[in-house]
């Protein structure tokens, strides 16, 4: 199976997430099931149906979790040496050269992005082109709006 990259942070709430699963919501959700049990008919008891697919979320959720992080290859961006060039972990200064307006993202794992936090993922396309350039290069970004160009400003290993 293919290695995910995963900052320290990211592998962090992954663990922490599984930890909830395991120690929290599955105890919980093997309750309602014995709760809803106990009321009789299986057949026709709604309580006993929904805790059911809660089990199965939160076991699919589980195994998902310990599979991503046994395969995940941990980065931390920190301990980089790139030259000053975009990688992932890279936290990135950009100027869209049409506008003007300056934004800072750090690229990371897939299942750490969140755009409001700044944290774009590897595999999007502002992200794709951004790798291997450096401060002073234009990257240009095809987007569903069109092309859009944008002038690399700093490049920091936080």
């Not at 805790?51 to 076991?59: D, H, L, V, Y």
């Not at 999007?124 to 291997?132: E, F, N, Q």
Request: aromatic share 4%.
């Amino acid at each position: 199976m293919n290695k995910i990259p995963l900052t320290v942070r990211g592998a962090e709430k992954l663990k922490v997430e599984l930890h909830n699963l395991k120690t929290v919501q599955r105890p919980a959700v093997i309750n309602a099931i014995s709760e809803a049990r106990a009321q009789g008919d299986l057949s026709e008891n709604a309580e006993y149906d929904a805790a059911k697919e809660r089990q199965a979320f939160i076991e699919g959720r589980i195994a998902d979790l310990e599979g991503k992080l046994s395969n995940g290859q941990i980065i931390d961006p920190s301990r980089l040496d790139a030259d000053g060039r975009c990688v992932f972990g890279a936290t990135v200064e950009l100027e869209d050269t049409e506008s003007g307006d300056q934004v800072t993202y750090q690229i990371v794992g897939d299942d750490e992005a969140d755009i409001k936090e700044g944290m774009i993922s590897i595999s999007s396309p502002i992200a794709r082109a951004l790798i291997g350039k450096s401060a002073g290069d234009v990257a240009e970004v095809v987007a569903p709006g069109g092309v859009r160009e944008y002038e690399i400003l700093d490049v920091k290993y936080l």
